[in-house]
């Protein structure tokens, strides 16, 4: 006599499986809405060079239209055309790739003098595509709120870091054997045949030193820019960005490189090129330096590095240096340069200062990770006309924020901004979390920034 079935359990019969979902295009184009086209997008990708520690960035307009025979997909040959390139001579690490996989949080999240701190929720899963080492790279969002604006350029970003080449389809229609929960791959190029394999694939990709032979001691963007025709299929953006588009943005990026450079804690020179469809490399056109960039300069730019590692003193931090910043453009054979040179005062408050107390408070009760610190900036060049910008004061983290302090003189600081880094937290009429981060920049204008610029009057 058979025994009869077990009974389904209660739970099975009315459980059934009903999640939240993110649509990933849908997410990009809300940032896109909220994030400002313009330098702005350039910016980002220098801030996150600076936090990974580099030191040059060179911007390439790459006019070059480049072959489609051998492609890892036939739908990707659209792209092969001209480009935005994004060198830095910083390299991805594990670390970096296991941070990028991590779903709901950054690496930068809790590390107070990293600037990027809006959420790193990536995620990728192994899986094996003939011979090509290839790596699932899915994500819901990706570095950071600030490197999701790279979409108003293109639908396909990618870059070459190591050993890796890492490709970004968010839309899932253009890399081979994406889906909607894993719209990326990471590529092993050196220990596998996709370079043999793909030629035309990752010929854009050799350029400021990446020969795509060997692990490249740097990383390399390649943003290929959506054009008219692309548009009309983009479920990320309406727009399209043409080769003058870009070329202008980097004249503007070049207009407004000494405030680009400032504040910044690793990055000494930006470049901008453009690299013309008849020549075998790239031409300079604009380059934006910390002049003679000494061992006590660099020093002096790390402090916000160093000082928190002695957070725990009961006396604050004050540190003083001039500096000079060279604007180079170069027409032919000849080269106009400018030079202007600053007084910087950055300081650090107590732990046991009144602001100290209450980063303590925040970290503990709301996880949020605050860093005393801000530092003040005076343009001490002869005060001649093309000076007056200069002039201008501006309010940053560590990149300018479209935000006038009625001052002379420029202010950073570690200021609770908006995602979309267009303004700080102000105001009385807020609760909890944002009651704290304003009254946080408060307290940072009150209790760092005004000695700090006491300083700088007292020492120029």
């Not at 011979?131 to 969002?141: A, R």
């Not at 013309?276 to 490399?281: F, I, L």
Request: aromatic content about 12%; some cysteine.
């Amino acid at each position: 006599m058979e025994s009869p079935s077990p009974s389904p359990s209660p739970e099975s019969i009315f459980l059934k499986d009903f999640s939240q979902k993110v649509d990933l295009t849908r997410r990009i184009r809300e940032v896109l809405l909220n994030y400002p086209e313009g330098t702005i997008v350039l910016k980002e990708l220098i801030q996150n060079a600076d936090d990974a520690g580099a030191t040059t960035v060179r911007l390439c307009l790459d006019r070059r239209l480049h072959g489609s025979d051998s492609l890892l997909s036939k739908a990707l040959a659209p792209w092969q055309g001209p480009s935005l390139l994004a060198y830095n001579d910083a390299v991805f690490t594990e670390e970096d790739f296991v941070s990028i996989s991590r779903i709901g949080g950054s690496s930068k999240h809790g590390q107070a003098s990293k600037t990027g701190r809006f959420g790193c929720v990536f995620g990728f899963f192994y899986s094996t595509l003939w011979l090509l080492s290839l790596i699932e790279f899915g994500f819901e969002e990706l570095v950071r709120v600030g490197f999701n604006s790279v979409y108003h350029l293109t639908d396909l970003p990618s870059f070459v870091s190591g050993k890796y080449v890492v490709l970004f389809d968010p839309q899932g229609i253009f890399l081979p054997n994406v889906s909607a929960s894993n719209p990326g791959k990471r590529i092993d190029y050196v220990s596998s045949s996709a370079i043999s394999v793909y030629r035309d694939q990752f010929l854009p990709y050799r350029a400021f030193g990446c020969d795509m032979k060997r692990p490249f001691s740097g990383t390399l963007f390649r943003f290929p820019l959506r054009n008219a025709e692309q548009v009309a299929t983009s479920k990320l953006s309406r727009k399209e960005y043409s080769e003058d588009d870009l070329s202008s943005l980097l004249v503007q990026l070049y207009e407004e490189g000494v405030f680009t450079l400032l504040f910044l804690k690793s990055v000494l020179r930006v470049e901008m090129y453009v690299w013309d469809a008849q020549d075998s490399e790239p031409r300079k056109l604009y380059s934006c330096s910390v002049s003679s960039a000494s061992d006590d300069i660099v020093r002096h730019r790390q402090a916000v590095l160093r000082f928190p590692k002695s957070v725990n003193s009961t006396e604050s931090q004050v540190d003083c240096y001039s500096v000079d910043f060279v604007r180079e453009a170069l027409t032919g054979t000849q080269a106009e340069k400018r030079t202007n040179s600053f007084y910087l005062v950055q300081a650090l408050a107590s732990t046991s200062s009144r602001i100290g107390k209450f980063a303590a408070t925040a970290s503990k009760e709301y996880d949020m990770h605050l860093l005393p610190w801000a530092s003040v900036a005076a343009c001490i060049t002869d005060n001649s006309e093309q000076n007056d910008a200069l002039r201008v004061g501006q309010t940053f983290y560590f990149l300018p924020l479209p935000v006038r302090t009625g001052l002379s003189v420029q202010v950073n600081g570690y200021f609770e901004v908006s995602s979309n880094r267009r303004g700080i937290w102000y105001g009385a009429d807020m609760d909890r979390s944002g009651k704290i981060r304003s009254v946080w920049n408060r307290l940072l204008l009150e209790d760092v920034v005004a000695p700090a610029f006491t300083q700088l009057l007292l020492g120029i």
